[in-house]
């Protein structure tokens, strides 16, 4: 028996060695075929040409730059031509997206480390949940079939990794998907995966020290530098970063003063998504800091100035890659929020989705002054990888399930 | 009336007057904030391209054409020549008028003529082509890096990647409104 190899493997064949391959028959030659397995591409001389698409085993040796079949050719499946179509899963998958996938994989395993090293416990907690999060411009999946009354997908899992904070355990993280009706784009998909981390006796600080050492420590492991390829030019990720705060992002970069927009909540995003946000971090990471503090109903507010919260983003190459604060924990402030909330969504014809008292108590039961950020890990790939679009970083994206 | 859920590539849309092709749409959303839709506009008159960005509440009014079946006869200079099979009228349309639709213009290929207020402003093609592809490396050349496409020049001029096992001569269905490679059409 011949050990099998991988095509990507053989152009270390010593001459007159034998190798096995596998893998799709992918072209036919003038003198044989070329085929293809999940690291690459080899052109294989041989008289009889399987049918294209079919699946093959082969038993041969190196011949120039290609092989030549000298012991068998198994023929595994039938062929089929359905492969050669772009919308095929083999041509969805075969280009970019495989090698993302394993980057994919190394990511995870780098963020786990980091954690795991941190000390901080590892949790999964339910995606189908009663109240869904009140966010005023997140609409969550409502889940049909429920026995115990209305449930949804959560859109991100806050209120019940909070709720675990009650143990006053030093911290935890989650790498889960999260889910957002209608958002589908660029940098966005309706299910896509979060890594939120709290830690217990610290605050937004800290919070913007883990999200530097992690991107850091994920662009080491897996670039082996410093420098991401970004989504559009390269992101140096060295800590610390720049900090630069709304009111001042607004008045440097957009030329308006924050107190002059600010009753007006949609201009306000509609500055900051069009002329500030594709601005920042463009060769470097930076975080924005400071939110005023109708942008942030989760956040405790600046002891310094109650205008503002304590609630920063990062931004690396124009991507908004999280959002962390110190989270507020006083469960009767945290009630007028939620219910300002509540009317804010009746007000704009969305649903309203019930308070969760068992959050409400969680806070009233108590919880150690905290930090908590969420980052979008399919984001962080798409600049490890410099790949293009959210897309490209999924198995299988909306689009194709 | 469209919102901008409806806002995609191609779509005509008519703003101050002027009807606008959709070249390119951005699904944009701070965080927390509300969602804005962001696209790239073509103007239909002069082909020049703008930048607009759109609140999702925003209702966009269609841009009122007029769709006449034609057939594209032949290049001249820098113009292309289109025929109304029923009145056997001519009339030209300019590259910049044409814009990316150009490429997926053999002779004898049947088109909506877009029309506005009477003036010919432009085509809509059928959404597949059939293009002959006139140059591209021959199939695999000894590298490993597992690349599975490779440029192709098809007969318009257009370039479009395609996989491995296409060779130089076969003819190809295009997708017109990406742009991309379809699929392969089986010699007959």
Not at chain 1, 3 to 32: H, K, N, T, Y
Not at chain 1, 38 to 49: A, L
Request: hydrophobic residues 40%; aromatic residues 8%; proline residues 6%.
């Amino acid at each position: 028996m011949v050990p099998r190899s991988a095509v990507r493997e053989l152009a270390q064949l010593p001459e007159q060695q034998r190798a096995c391959v596998a893998g799709r028959i992918v072209a036919a030659d003038p003198d044989g075929f070329t085929l293809q397995d999940d690291t690459g591409c080899v052109s294989v001389q041989h008289s009889i040409i399987p049918p294209l698409g079919a699946f093959v085993r082969i038993v041969a040796s190196r011949a120039g730059a290609g092989l030549s079949v000298i012991e068998s050719l198994e023929v595994l499946s039938a062929g089929s031509e359905r492969f050669t179509q772009a919308d095929s899963d083999w041509a969805a998958l075969t280009g970019v997206r495989l090698p993302n996938l394993r980057r994919r994989q190394a990511l995870k395993r780098a963020v786990q480390t980091f954690f795991d090293s941190a000390g901080l416990l590892e949790v999964d907690t339910p995606a189908i949940v009663p109240c869904p999060g009140l966010d005023v411009h997140l609409d969550a999946i409502e889940v049909l079939g429920t026995l115990r009354g209305p449930r949804w997908l959560h859109t991100s899992p806050e209120y019940q990794m909070k709720r675990l904070l009650t143990t006053g355990l030093p911290g935890i993280y989650q790498l889960g998907k999260a889910f957002r009706r209608g958002e589908r784009g660029r940098l966005h998909e309706p299910e896509f995966t979060m890594l939120e981390w709290y830690r217990t006796f610290s605050d937004a600080e800290q919070m913007m020290r883990d999200t530097e050492r992690l991107v850091a420590a994920a662009a080491r492991e897996l670039t082996g530098s410093l420098t991401l390829p970004g989504v559009e030019g390269p992101v140096d990720v060295t800590p610390p970063w720049d900090r630069i705060r709304v009111d001042q992002a607004f008045e440097d970069i957009a030329g308006v003063k924050l107190e002059h927009v600010l009753p007006d909540e949609e201009r306000f995003y509609e500055i900051l998504a069009d002329r500030i946000e594709p601005k920042l971090g463009r060769g470097r990471a930076v975080f924005l800091t400071d939110y005023p503090a109708p942008m942030a109903s989760l956040a405790r507010l600046s002891p310094h100035d109650p205008r503002f919260a304590e609630r920063f983003e990062a931004y690396l190459d124009g991507i908004e890659l999280c959002n962390g604060f110190s989270e507020l924990i006083d469960a009767t402030e945290q009630r007028t929020r939620l219910l300002r909330d509540q009317t804010e969504r009746e007000k704009l014809g969305r649903s309203v989705y019930p308070l969760d008292e068992r959050f409400l108590a969680a806070l009233q039961e108590g919880i150690p002054p905290s930090g908590g950020n969420a980052l979008g890990f399919d984001r962080l790939l798409m600049l490890i990888t410099g790949a293009k679009h959210i897309e490209d970083v999924l198995a299988l994206p909306v689009s194709r399930v | 009336m469209y919102d901008t859920s409806d806002i995609k590539k191609n779509l005509k849309i008519k703003l101050d007057g002027v009807p606008f092709t959709v070249v390119e749409v951005q699904f944009v959303k701070p965080g927390k904030g509300n969602a804005f839709t962001r696209t790239k506009l073509r103007n239909m008159f002069t082909g020049a391209v703008i930048e607009r960005t759109f609140r999702s509440n925003e209702k966009l009014e269609p841009a009122d054409l007029e769709e006449r079946q034609m057939q594209f006869l032949y290049k001249e200079g820098d113009g292309f020549v289109f025929m109304d099979t029923a009145s056997y009228d001519q009339l030209n349309l300019s590259a910049e008028q044409l814009g990316d639709n150009r490429w997926y213009l053999i002779d004898g290929t049947n088109v909506d003529v877009l029309f506005y207020n009477e003036k010919p402003i432009g085509v809509t093609p059928p959404t597949f082509v059939e293009l002959k592809v006139l140059r591209t490396e021959p199939g695999f050349k000894g590298d490993t890096s597992g690349g599975a496409m490779k440029p192709a020049t098809m007969e318009t001029g257009l370039e479009v990647a395609v996989p491995l096992f296409i060779n130089e001569g076969e003819t190809l269905k295009i997708d017109t409104r990406t742009g991309g490679y379809s699929e392969r059409v089986n010699k007959r």
